[in-house]
């Protein structure tokens, strides 16, 4: 317990604490020009479009990659434990691997296949007769490419979640629900999706708390670029905190971010609740 | 400086240079640590071999950072009291890192010094790295904002020589753009970068910032004629509103005349020279930045050599800015890299002087100005632009746009000016 006071709840008392002060790089020089300003950061920071900007682009991020990692998890789940599927060992391990890859790395292998010109994605749309996107340097398509990245990037993690979950739906409801003369999509919808629901709002929860994060594939694909259209809430954290040095405003950007994730978090538990799957 | 060795054994130096660099560290003489960025720290290990010989029992270990994350790796090494001896430091940053005290005064050693002649430095230059009465950088390497034009197009609108007033270029513009047509446009000024209107407001003679840089002077009548101008070329169409992410390929772009002025920096003469077609290369030239009345001002910047005031080995430090400073490094330095010498005598090196395009910025560098030496400078640049994106979109006028700029940089400055009331900061 004094272990998780000294290293948790220390640090995030001492960054509430800062975030009601200026701290800046005047008071980095010397503490003299500390000043404590109370609210003001927050007040500043819900006035500022460019902090709205950045929770709207973490929203669009959250609402479009959430969804799409989960199918794709849940896709792949599905294909791993078919009764037709072979070599189950070598896939779960391929698919899971992009999880376990270092970030940067792969991100810098991502710019080259997102490259407008020389880039292998827009090669092969080239092919298929579509024109180059410029994937990175469009500000319509910069989140796009950010969130398929991500996508490919996490889907592994879930998808072994959701392997041991369909695992543990019984055998015996497959075969009542076959001999009831079920199709196999609504073996899917009344036997699976429901045996699945617990782990479908873990994994859920998981995501969006996990998404609402982006930091990284925006800090090496895009800097926060083309026209702002990749700042996240975190990002836009980064740049007032270590760019300019306003470590202020920047923990107040962390207490908000945290409200933000504890309310939608809340939010979805309600739901849950409602729905009767807790 | 102590003597140099030849050019032969330079050259050897050179080709071992990478080795010599993994074998560094041992013996107990002095090490030296030069952090630099980008492509300069990638150049600059091959000058060092010459500066250890000349200088036994000292040895350099450079550090490169991507320019990208320097300024945050250098507040953050200063918060950590990491900072190495020697560093490259962008010439606008400097009145932050006077703020943090984290510089060392050089003062006395220019004066003791036979190499580093404020004489010989550009004179815009020189004062960026004068803060508060005192000197705490010696310039590197030079950089200023002036025309790219295409010369072809020009003559065939009737131009011969490039403009020197704002009243020649916006009627050589305005001749380009009736002939090149809808489709096309006469400059390009991207909306994303703050430089180009940014020069225009210094060729004014009104200070950009008043009250000892505590307040914004963005409502005076010279930044507003500025803003004007800006607006101008916008509202005639004779530049896309445009940011240079959105023009693709500007290379091409130029070579296809689909702008005929572009308003950029020194890095651009390697490009345009690299990426340009053959069939084009004659085509294009440089000129200085017109003014309001006659040739105007540019911007002062560049990167500058300073000394952190941690340092226990300053006397190695200072020995090793010196170093890089004189005339024969200063020019090899630009072979290497393609950045322009901040010594005056280093611009007689044939190569350069038979260099056409620089030969503009040899011009404009001797009427650069420094920007406003606050803290807060970059971040009232950037909302700056921010502003006047808005009003080149149509959703200000100039007035409204110059009292926003003004008003957010009241706000930035809110702090600064708290610390001057109280006597603790350095009026710029």
Sequence with gaps: ?278 | MTARPSRRAALGQLAAGPLAACSRGGGDGTVLKFWAMGREGEVVQALMPAFERANPGVTVQVQQLPWSAAHAKLLTAFAGGSLPDVCQIGNTWLPEFVALRAVERLDSRVLASSVVTPSDAFGGIWRTNVVDGGLYGVPWYVDTRLLFYRRDLLARAGFGAPPTTWAQWLSAMQAVKRMVGRGAYAALLPLDEYEPLLTLALQQDAPLLRDGGGRGNFRSPGFKTALAFYAEIFARGLAPPAADADIGNLYDEFARGYFSFYVTGPWNLGEFKRRLPAPDQGAWMTAPMPGPNGPGAGLAGGASLVVFRRSPRKDAAWRLIEYLSTTEVQSRFWALTGDLPARKDAWSAPALVKDIHAAAFREQLERVKPTPQAPEWERIATEMQLVAAQMVAGRLTVDEAASEIDRRADRLLEKRRWMLARGRGTPA
Aim: aromatic share 14%.
């Design chain 1, 1 to 278: 317990m004094a272990i998780i006071g000294l290293f948790f709840f220390l640090p995030v008392a001492a960054a509430f604490v800062l975030s009601l002060t200026d701290f800046d790089i005047y008071a980095l020089a010397d503490l003299g020009n500390l000043r404590f300003v109370g609210l003001r950061n927050y007040g500043e920071l819900l006035a500022n479009p460019l902090f709205w900007q950045a929770v709207a682009n973490t929203l669009y991020f959250v609402v479009v990659g959430v969804p799409l990692s989960i199918a794709a998890s849940l896709g792949a789940a599905l294909l791993l434990e078919s009764r037709l599927a072979r070599f189950k060992g070598f896939f779960r391990t391929a698919l899971f691997a992009p999880v376990v890859t270092t970030l940067v790395a792969v991100a810098v292998i991502w710019r080259y296949l997102l490259h407008a010109r020389y880039g292998l994605i827009n090669y092969g749309l080239s092919e298929i007769g579509v024109r180059p996107v410029d994937w990175l340097g469009d500000p319509h398509w910069a989140m796009p490419a950010i969130i398929l990245f991500a996508v490919w990037k996490n889907f592994g993690y879930n998808m072994i979640i959701f392997v041991a979950g369909l695992q543990t739906i019984p055998e015996d409801l497959y075969e009542a629900a076959r001999i009831d003369g079920a199709s196999s999509l609504r073996r899917f919808w009344h036997v699976t999706l429901p045996g699945l629901a617990p782990v479908v709002l873990l994994v859920s929860l998981l995501t969006i708390a996990g998404y609402l994060q982006l930091f990284a594939e925006p800090y090496v694909m895009t800097q926060g670029g083309p026209a702002q259209s990749t700042v996240s809430v975190l990002y836009f954290m980064y740049e007032q905190g270590f760019k300019w040095w306003s470590l202020g405003t920047a923990s107040a950007v962390a207490f908000l971010l945290f409200a933000m994730m504890l309310i939608v978090t809340v939010v979805q538990l309600a739901i849950a609740r409602r729905r009767g799957v807790l």
